[in-house]
């Protein structure tokens, strides 16, 4: 078939959805034309090699959903320098079993006024420092040849105040102004921020900003400098959806839309999760399966588990491929911290409930800080109120609480709400920092312990493993952002450090802190990859063992039972159970029973039994 035969195959499929949304959002047929050519046009431009891969994708679309997938998180600067240095490093990230690499921001971005990148000022260039986009296409096509696959960021919710948009809307251009929120006086933004929530209400407090030589007030959710962008206006969603196009077909295997549930906004309401969010993201997905349908959607809903779920859509809707699993990630560590892991038990059977289509992305660490959004109505009935909870967990995980080895900053600590968040490495939270520090051997011995640990119950659940880049060699808190003017308001560069080579290499001497954690976790990844059982089609349970440290998750398929018991206290514990029969120790290859298991504090058992 030819390309405009497929193109023509795959707008039929989904034209008259894609019309109907678009007009119910819009009602402007000539945009509406216009973003069908364009998707031709799109689609003609993609590579030969992109347009074979979308055909195989499409005949094979599980092709994401293997037990084998398994990402990692990197900036380019700190990784690698820039994206040739990322190209040389594909066989270190191949030796991680890394086969998915989620390149943090790297498009045209101001300094000191970036926010880590999710300023763009260019959505089609590079940042000169980190190459060009020629160099990015060529990265990919690397990728592609060694099953590797790509994920950027689509910032969409806005632009930098830098952007060609917002430059001309400063000079008082109409056109572009309203492709932003402006107000020429203080009541409708008073009356936004009447019922919009801050997100970040230390570092950038308000939800506008005064632009004192226009006289104008602009919308800015996030940073100052960070213009929301107003999808109301149909030329904001046909360009935006272009820059999009242009940055699947440089050869991106997914794309992370960047704060979604943001994109539209309405007086009155809190401007997060608004029913034309799904529609747009409803669209986005079509398109993709117009132009590109090797392309997969992640999308970044940072929220409580009943406003994340639906931007899966529907089965016959679909919206985004995968998701992040973020409460699993914060209530990981409360449960760290109170050593209880009963919410987390509670969490895993929400999670474990869903339709098994839903794919997570799970991790422990990412570039952001740890926002304790944890189900307070179940922790107050045991006792823990949500003020003086989030205190503990920030004083707990700061060091500052009982016998804590946790080390780590807090973040927009909101003196009005006292709702602070929490920035740290996993190994620095896990206490690796603290015995480096004071060299002493047993607590350093223990931290990498817990480190494992957490990794370990990771790599048990179902979805797709996500690893921060430097924690799998154990990378600690990077304190030098304080001496840098443009990141020191800014603790969530504390873990967003450079990669440390040197320490690195330490990963093949026997011992080290490094070695022990590269070599816990590849020889985790490997069984995980290799076995059935962590396939995302596997029955999977939590299983009480009468204790309330312990976590025990049983994974089951045909031909395997599965069993995972984490530790998450500091003692040696007994996990009470009486499971027939000998099982196999998968971290030691030794047979064992599993009749009331002890496990040293903060250890962890992966055993497996054939059925
Ligand atoms: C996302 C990013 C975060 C950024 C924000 C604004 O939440 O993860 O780092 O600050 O979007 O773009």
Redesign the pocket.
């Known amino acids: 078939m030819k390309t405009d035969e497929i193109f023509e195959e795959r707008l039929k499929r989904h034209h008259d959805e894609l019309r109907w949304l678009y007009m119910e959002l819009y009602d402007n047929g000539d945009m509406f034309a216009e973003l069908c050519e364009k998707l031709h046009a799109f689609a003609l431009e993609r590579e030969q090699y992109l347009m074979e891969l979308d055909r195989e994708r499409e005949q094979n679309p599980e092709w994401f959903r293997g037990n084998d997938m398994l990402g990692m998180m990197l900036y380019i600067d700190n990784f690698a320098g820039n994206l040739e240095g990322v190209k040389d490093r594909l066989p270190y990230l191949s030796s991680c079993n890394v086969n998915c690499i989620h390149l943090m921001p790297f498009l045209e971005s101001p300094k000191g006024r970036s926010?880590?990148g999710?300023?763009v000022a260019d959505f089609r260039k590079v940042q000169p420092k980190l190459g060009k986009m020629e160099e990015l296409a060529a990265l990919a096509k690397a990728c592609h040849k060694q099953k590797i696959s790509l994920c950027m960021d689509f910032?969409m919710?806005?632009t930098s105040e830098d952007h060609e948009w917002a430059k001309k809307a400063r000079e008082g251009d109409g056109e572009y102004m309203s492709r932003y929120f402006f107000y020429d006086n203080p009541s409708i933004p008073q009356a936004y921020d009447r019922t919009v929530p801050q997100?970040f209400p230390t570092t950038a407090p308000g939800n506008f900003t005064y632009l004192e030589e226009m006289g104008y007030y602009v919308m800015t959710s996030?940073y100052p400098y960070?213009w929301d962008l107003n999808y109301q206006n149909p030329r904001v969603f046909n360009e935006m959806m272009y820059n999009f196009l242009y940055l699947a077909n440089q050869g991106m295997d997914i794309i992370r839309i960047?704060?979604v549930p943001y994109i539209w906004k309405k007086l009155g309401t809190q401007c997060r999760n608004l029913p034309q969010v799904h529609t747009i993201v409803r669209m986005m997905r079509m398109i993709c399966e117009i132009v590109c349908p090797g392309v997969l959607l992640l999308g970044?809903v940072?929220m409580e588990p009943e406003k994340v779920v639906p931007y899966f859509g529907t089965v016959e809707k679909p919206e985004c491929h995968m998701l992040y699993n973020v409460t699993t990630m914060a209530t990981t560590w409360h449960s760290v911290a109170t050593k209880d892991i009963r919410l987390l038990k509670k969490q895993m059977d929400i999670v474990n409930g869903l339709p098994k289509d839903y794919l997570f992305l799970n991790y422990l660490r990412?570039?952001?800080d740890i926002g304790w959004g944890l189900d307070y109505a179940t922790l107050e009935g045991w006792g823990m109120r949500e003020v003086e909870h989030k205190r503990f967990l920030n004083q707990y995980f700061t060091g500052r609480y009982g016998a804590s080895e946790s080390r780590g900053e807090l973040y927009n600590d909101d003196p009005v709400t006292q709702d602070a968040r929490f920035c740290g490495t996993t190994a620095s939270m896990c206490g690796v920092e603290s015995a480096l520090y004071e060299k002493d051997e047993e607590k350093l011995q223990h931290a990498v312990r817990m480190d494992l640990m957490l990794h370990a119950y990771m790599l048990t659940q179902s979805g797709i493993p996500m690893l921060y880049s430097g924690d799998e060699i154990g990378q600690l808190n990077d304190y030098s952002y304080k001496e840098e003017e443009d990141k020191k308001e800014d603790s969530?560069y504390i873990h967003r450090g450079k990669f440390q080579w040197y320490l690195a290499k330490k990963r093949t001497e026997k011992g080290t802190s490094q070695e022990q954690i590269f070599s816990g976790l590849s020889r985790l990844e490997e069984i995980r990859r290799s076995r059935n059982v962590f396939r995302s089609d596997a029955a999977v349970y939590t299983y009480d063992v009468k204790d309330d440290s312990i976590l025990c998750i049983l994974r089951e398929n045909e031909e395997e039972r599965f069993i995972g018991i984490f530790n998450f206290s500091d003692g040696e514990r007994t996990a009470w159970m009486e499971e027939p029969g000998v099982f196999q120790d998968l971290m030691t290859g030794e047979e064992r029973k599993l009749v009331n298991v002890t496990v040293p504090a903060h250890g962890f058992i992966w055993a497996s039994k054939a059925k």
């Open positions: 926010d880590g999710y300023a910032v919710n806005h997100v996030f960070q960047d704060a970044e940072v990412c570039h952001d969530r």
